[in-house]
Structure formats: C-alpha cells, structure tokens
C-alpha cells in the first residue's frame, strides 16, 4: 500500500481544544431568549389503556405554558418504529417509560413539578415481559396480529437465510452439535442524554437535535410534522455519542417542536438518565438455538440457528441476528423471530445485529474446537469465511492477518490453555479469541469544497462528528487529494443549512461515503482551478459533489476483526476480569490511526461491558425496569477496564477513500465473545448467557 | 430555568446574578411579573474559577445548574443528574465534586474550579494538553468532568501510577470508553512514565 502524505498519519482532532475547554457547544449548552424547558410524564404500568388524563391541576400551576397527550396530538413518531405503529404519545401505553404527556413551562422545575399534577385514570392491561410467554397462545396481544413481529419483509413470518441443505448437511457430518445461547437487553448508555431545543419562526422550524444525522432527522422531522422539509433546520455541532440510539429523528425532537409551536416560544426539552435508559432504547436481548454439523477433519458441513430477538414494545430496530456469516459452511439455515413484549424497546447499539449472535455462534465453535481437540485458532482459520456467504468474493479480506498477527501480538500458543479450567485456582487464566466481520457498503453522500481568493479552502460535509473524529477524518480527505497541509482545509459541518446531505452516521459509514464524495468534490475543485486559474480577491471557486458509486457486482466489501482476550477468574468469588485484549482489524486503509485506535480501544471496552456485566433487568412480576441507570446497569468505568492492544491489518482495498473501511462498528463485534471463550478456557466451563455475571459463574461450577 | 444575562440584572431584573470584582449589595427581591409561586432564595456568596459572584439563588438549584443555567458556564455538563457518572465534576475548594449532588445554597463561601478555569493566561493546562495530544475525548461530553478529576489528582499526587490514576478516575464514565487514552494522557500530563495506557495489568 503506497503511504500518502496526510491520510495514515496520527493527527489531532480539529476540534480537540474546544472539546478541552469546554467551549465545545452541545445541544444542552443551547439557550435561546425566552425559552421553556419540558419534561415527560411517563406510563407507571408496563401495559395500560389510558381513560382519562386530567390537565387541569397542571394548566392551573403558575408557569406552565402547554401540554401534549395522545389527545391533543396524534403525530406518528415513524422512525420510533419500522411498521409505524408508534404515536408519539400511545393509548394504550405499552411499557413502563411509554410517555403519556409532555409539558412545557417557564423553568424544569414548574415542568417537572406539573408532571406530578397530572392525574391520569389507567385500565391496567395484562402485561409479557419474556420472549417465550408472549408467543403462547392466549398471551395479551400487544400490537394487533399479536406479539411475533413482522419480519424485514413485512410478512408475518421469521427473517430467514438459506443456503444448501442444512438436513444433507447434518447427515454428511461426523458430529452433530446443538446448543442454546440468550443474551440480555443493554443500554447504549451515551453520556449525553436526549435534548432537543426547538424554535419556530413563522413556518420555518430550527431543531438543534443530538443526532447522529442531521439530514436524516430533518427529513424525520418533516415528514412526521407535515411539513415541508425546505422550512426544517437541524443544528448538531457537537454530539455527545450515541452508538445507534441517536440515529435518524427522535420523539424528543418532534415533542419540542410541537410545544414550541403550542406555546409560542422556544423549548428545550430534556430527558432524564432513567428515561435515556428506560425510554429511548438498547440492544435487542436473542435466544439463540444452534445444531452444527462438523467433519472429524474440523470441516464444517452446516449450520442452523433459530432465534427470538426481544423487539420491546415497538418495532423500531431490524432484531436481526448476522453472526453465522463469519463461517465458510456449504449449507446455512437462519430464522429469526423479532417478538414484542412490554418492556423498553430494541434498537440499534454498535453493530446492532452482530455481537450478541457472535457471542452465540463463537460460543459453540469453541467447544467444537476443544470436542475435536483443536485449537480453537486452528479450528477459525480452517473454517473462516473466504467468500462472502462462500460465493461472492471480497473486495479485500484481511481476517487471515487478523487472526494470525492478532495471536502473535496477544502471544496466544503460550497463554491459552490446551486444557481448560486446569489452573490451580482459585483465581485460573484462560484465554479465547473469536472473529467478525461487517458490511462496508459504497452509498451515496454529498460533498460541498469551496476555494476563496485569500487561498482558503472550505469543506462543507452534513457530519455532526458522533465521537469518531468525523470532522477531522473529512479535512484529512480533502487535504490528500487537494495535496495541501490539513491546518489549511476548514472543515463546516453540522447544520443543514450550511452544509449537503451526508448519509448519517450510522452504520459506519460515514468515513467510506461521505470521504468519497470529498474526493470527489475535490476533484472537480482541481478540475475548475486548472481551466479557470486560482480565484483571487473576491472570487470564488466551489466544487459539489453526490456520489454515484459504483455497483460492485460479483464483490462484497467488508472489514474483519480478530479479538483475543485474557481473564483471570476467582473460582471462589466469581470474580472474572479481563487481564489483556488484543483487537486485529482489517478497515482498509487507517486514515488517522490516532482517533481509529481510539475507536478500537473505546469498541473492545464497550463489548467487555456488555460480556460481563452489563444489562437491563426487568422484574417479572411487576414489569417494571430495575436497574434504569449507570450503577445498576453496571456501566464500565476505568477499573473495568483493560489495556487494549491494537493491530492494524491493511488490506489494499481498490475501493473507498484511499482505500478505507469500515471501522466503527466492527470493534465490538468480537469482544463479547472472546472475553466468553476466554472465561470458558479458565474454568473449563460454559456460561451461556450474557451477561457473563459473578453468579452465573459460580452456577456453572457448582 | 429563565436564564437572566447579567446585562438585564444590572437593568433590573429580579434574577441576581453579578460577577464584579467588588461585590455590591444583593438587588432587593422585586416581584416577578407572572404569578409564578414564590420559591425559597438565599443570597449566596461564590468564587468561580477566581471570580466572585454574589447570587441570588433558589434553594433548590442544584450547583450545576448554577453554573450552566444561570453563570453561563456549559464546560460542565450534565451526564446523569443523579451522582452517577461524574460528567459534572468540579472542583469545591479543591476537592472534586459531583455538582449535580450540590446544592447551590451550600456553596455560600466556597471556591469553585469549572473546565473554564483550567487554563491560565490564555495557556493550556498541561492536562488539556496531553488530552489533545493522546485523542483522549473522543465524543468530548464527558471530558470536562474527567479533566477535573485529573487535576484534582496530580494536585495530590504529582506522579500517580497508572492504577492510581485508574482508581481516581474510575467515578468518572467515559462511554466511548477511551479509558485507555484518558490514563495515558493524565500519565503524560503527569510526566510519571512513558505512556502506556491504563488497564489491569496482565
């Protein structure tokens, strides 16, 4: 791979010293003269009809300016979810947290204080807070049709994949396996919780949003307020992370905008932390059932996994599980089954479909590994994926490199155990490793460069920078391809009406599509400054962009990661802790190994979260969350967390900026089910279910 | 909260906020103009990274809410309001502090350091520095909060060791998780050891 000048070289955040000093403004930080603040009166009951809601206590409370219910305000909240069955305020409430009344008022303490005054009559429903019981028959429909969901086709139907035979393929193998694997529902957890400020002017509506797409939102925005999308303004300049959950618009966007236009004034409404965790969503919990067919040789002859995903009580995420992808089998069978109960609702964190369904298939893989007695590395470099679902070949794979570079790094013949739980305890070392891999799709994105006479050069990208150096990444774009240093490119971002549509910042695409329709803008920049000359005094040259990539026909373009990790578990107590972790990516060209070793590091540490700790917990009898929050939900903190290693693997991929790839996600795809392994080559057995806890551990040693 | 800008209390305003170097007499309470019900105040006396303020505060605003809503200063940030994540740290007399666990009538007499402060003279403090340097925000919300927590640190303790540096800091969540820069950048900050990041040693 040929160096180049800028890109590839570790380079500070444009933005690091606002983000140093805290002159870095966030959607909280936003005040406007005259503005009320809002809050949200949530469903105490996890199912209810609602009867009657009595405002007049509140309206009568100095200070509060205006309310809305499902009774003043039927607006479809459609990207809260995919089958549009989700109001914005819903009668019947579907779960603890649904909200039933947003108030706006002169300051959050009158807000807060007339959510208390509102006296609402609930019909308590029946409520289902486990996946099983709510596909029973006679179970309390949730939605009409009942509580399994629609698959990704829209038919009532499980989400299915199939390729071969998976009966012939059973029959052909030596082995057959079959397993179960469940994981649990986890917060997305970003420090930054929900707040939107909204503020009209005549018809024109200004929205500063934390959101991952400012684009995206805005068209949200105007589809679901009837509005014209010319008369929609969406501010995010800086975004305090979201993983997935601030994707698109949210309710509290629309919410804002509606009060503002209720009580003439601007609004700020903001979530809590209880509600962040409650209200908004986290990843989809999976029940995981597996048969795996295998050859004595360690040959793979099928695989079948049939699951349910908890969608929570709306649709608002795929509930699709994509593990199985990572293994080159001739006959594959997958079914997944979204199914709704009353508890918070599913959706996208960090490669959403992907490390709970890893955790399951890599789970497996291991015991077949150690019941043919192989290592398990040798096992996954003879059954990794070769070809995308073993037909269309790869762009560029790397995952051969991974694992291989990654068990050097991690020094894997001398750290893993040939047999597990052999350690003399009670605290026993053990050491697993598992593989993924993400789609790294080419898709359109628009890009706006500008030249002036003074010689500055301006990038307009419709990013709002979720935590990955976004801003900085498309200046070092521009600055590769305009030959030019970095600190000459100012980089605009983050508000639609300066800046193109940029696909959002989800998906992790932002670096692959955006990056390429800089270049190129740029291109055309190059082009107009060689016919016309450098503008000079006044003038101006600009240069736009929208990309119309390429099909890749007979390709697929993906990225591939190795995890490897270490534990140290205390038999006696429980106590597993991850002792060294060493993350192997293949993304393509690394365009600035600084920030993207920052994303590695930060992914790693967010899936050892979700591996041994991590979960929202409901209790069954009441349905209602138990751990809303950072402490019971068991957040990772500095001491959680291990040293990460990080080796790059740099494919030379023919496509993308310079050959870049996907990055974001794949870094915790992985993790959860490296750290499982790991803790399985320790004690030398299985625990099944995320999270990995102290309890479970000690259940599987009893 | 209705935000008062110090121009409009200086203009009359019942909100009393003032930041000058001597102090003046706290405006007597006028009547707001709505019927808003009265909510109980306290005048309070308080330094903000080195300037004195005499505010006129509701007994139950809470010191970040002083500090962003009312004193202008958003470096601090609100990342859970319940005393659970530490974005809101700030340093009382030294001492770091949750700020959403404060109330601002206790902090009548007391010195307040905000992310504001830190630099001096239009110069970096050199853990805002080593921050920059090791990528160490990389969604910056709760940044502030751990730069504050840091300072507090090496205030006490010039050369941590990284497992110091991980247990001071470890009431302070960084969901991003960039854990590993955030040590590696309070440990050069520090000048302690080459940098090699934080996490249970192998």
């Known amino acids: 791979m040929t160096p180049l000048k800028t890109v590839g070289h570790a380079t500070h955040r444009i933005d690091a010293l606002q983000r140093v000093t805290g002159g870095a403004k966030y959607t909280s930080d936003v005040h406007l003269p005259g503005m009320l603040y809002a809050r949200v009166l949530r469903s105490p009951h996890p199912h209810a009809r609602i009867r009657k809601i009595d405002l007049s206590k509140a309206m009568a409370l100095p200070g509060v300016k205006a309310i809305l219910t499902h009774e003043n305000c039927d607006t479809t909240w459609s990207s809260g979810d995919q089958l549009g069955q989700r109001r914005l305020f819903n009668n019947p409430v579907r779960f603890a947290g649904d909200p039933v009344a947003a108030i706006a008022a002169v300051d959050r303490h009158v807000a807060e204080d007339a959510t208390h005054l509102i006296e609402v009559d609930y019909e308590v429903l029946p409520f289902l807070t486990d996946l099983e019981e709510a596909l029973k028959p006679g179970a309390v429909a949730i939605h009409e049709g009942g509580n399994l969901s629609l698959n990704n086709q829209r038919q009532p139907a499980p989400q299915t994949y199939k390729r071969g035979n998976v009966a012939d393929g059973l029959k052909a193998a030596d082995r057959v396996f079959e397993d179960n694997f469940t994981s649990a529902h986890h917060n997305n957890a970003q420090l930054e919780m929900r707040v939107s400020v909204a503020e009209w002017s005549g018809d024109k509506l200004t929205v500063h949003a934390a959101t991952q797409g400012i684009a995206n939102c805005r068209t949200d925005i105007a589809r679901d307020l009837k509005i014209s999308e010319d008369n929609v303004r969406v501010i995010s300049e800086y975004m305090g992370g979201g993983f997935g959950n601030k994707n698109q618009c949210q309710d509290s966007d629309l919410m804002a905008a509606m009060l503002a236009k209720q009580a003439g004034a601007p609004v700020k409404l903001e979530f809590t932390r209880k509600e962040d965790f409650v209200a908004v969503h986290g990843r989809w919990s999976s029940r995981q059932s597996y048969k795996v067919g295998v050859k004595n040789d360690g040959t793979l002859t099928a695989i079948q996994m049939t699951a349910l995903t908890g969608a929570g009580a709306y649709r608002k995420g795929s509930c699709d599980l994509s593990g199985t992808e990572i293994y080159q089998v001739p006959n594959l069978e997958t079914s997944v089954s979204p199914v709704y109960t009353n508890t918070a609702v599913a959706a996208n964190y960090r490669a959403p479909a992907y490390p709970q369904s890893v955790f399951g298939i890599e789970s497996l893989m291991d015991d077949v590994a150690y019941a043919l007695k192989m290592d398990p590395m040798e096992f996954r470099l003879k059954n990794m994926t070769r070809k995308f679902r073993d037909q269309t070949p790869y762009t560029s794979i790397g995952l051969e490199d991974c694992i291989r570079k990654g068990a050097e790094k991690f020094e894997w013949k001398k750290r893993w155990n040939p047999v597990p739980g052999s350690g003399a305890g009670p605290v026993k070392r053990g050491a697993g490793m598992a593989m993924g891999m993400f789609g790294s799709g080419l898709g359109r994105s628009s890009a706006v460069v500008r030249l002036d006479g003074q010689g500055q050069y301006y990038v307009h990208v419709g990013v709002t920078d979720v935590g990955t150096a976004a801003k900085t990444t498309m200046g070092l774009i521009a600055a590769e391809e305009l030959g030019i240093p970095l600190e000459k490119v100012k980089v605009v971002w983050g508000d639609t009406d300066t800046c193109p549509y940029s696909v959002g910042e989800s998906g992790s695409r932002t670096t692959v599509q955006t990056g390429m329709a800089v270049i190129e803008a740029v291109r055309d920049l190059k082009k107009q400054i060689a016919e016309k000359g450098a503008p000079k005094g006044n003038e101006i040259l600009t240069a736009m962009a929208t990309t119309n990539p390429p099909q890749l026909q007979g390709q697929s373009r993906n990225s591939f990661a190795a995890h490897f990790a270490e534990v140290e578990v205390n038999v006696e107590t429980g106590h597993a802790i991850v002792t060294r972790f060493v993350s192997a990516h293949d993304s393509g060209r690394v365009v600035n190994p600084l920030t993207a070793q920052s994303q590695v590091q930060g992914g790693a540490s967010q899936g050892i979260g979700m591996a041994l700790h991590e979960e929202l917990l409901y209790d069954k009898r009441s349905g209602l969350p138990l751990n809303a929050g950072y402490y019971g939900a068991r957040i990772m903190t500095h001491l959680d967390a291990p040293l990460v290693d990080v080796v790059w693997v740099e494919t030379d991929e023919p496509y993308g900026p310079f050959g870049a790839k996907t990055l974001g996600e794949p870094t915790i795809i992985p993790t959860v089910a490296a750290v499982a392994n790991a803790i399985y080559n320790a004690i030398g057995r299985r625990v099944k279910s995320l999270p990995i806890t102290r309890d479970k551990i000690l259940g599987v040693l009893a | ?202």
Request: some cysteine; charged content about 20%.
């Open chain 2, 1 to 202: 909260m209705k935000k008062i800008s110090r121009r409009r209390f200086v203009e009359g305003t019942s909100v009393g906020i003032v930041a000058v170097a001597a102090i003046p007499e706290i405006k007597a309470q006028e009547k707001p103009a709505s019927t808003l019900p009265r909510v109980p105040r306290t005048a309070i006396r308080i330094n903000v990274n080195g300037v004195d303020h005499r505010v006129d505060v509701e007994d139950r605003w809470t010191l970040v809410e002083l500090l962003r809503d009312h004193l202008e200063l958003t470096g601090t940030k609100i990342g859970c309001d319940r005393g659970e994540c530490g974005a809101c740290t700030v340093l009382v007399d030294g001492t770091p502090l949750y700020s959403c666990s404060q109330l601002a009538v206790w902090m009548n007499g007391r010195s307040i350091q905000t992310v504001e402060g830190l630099a001096k003279n239009g110069k970096l403090d050199p853990l805002q520095e080593a921050f920059i340097e090791h990528d160490a925000p990389q969604c910056g919300y709760c940044t502030s909060g751990q730069l504050m927590i840091a300072k507090a640190l090496l205030m006490k303790n010039a050369r941590p060791t990284r497992d110091e540096v991980r247990t001071a800091m470890t009431g302070n969540l960084c969901r991003c998780s960039n854990y590993n820069h955030y040590v590696e950048a309070v440990m050069a900050a520090s000048g302690s050891t080459p940098s090699t990041g934080g996490g249970n040693a192998a």
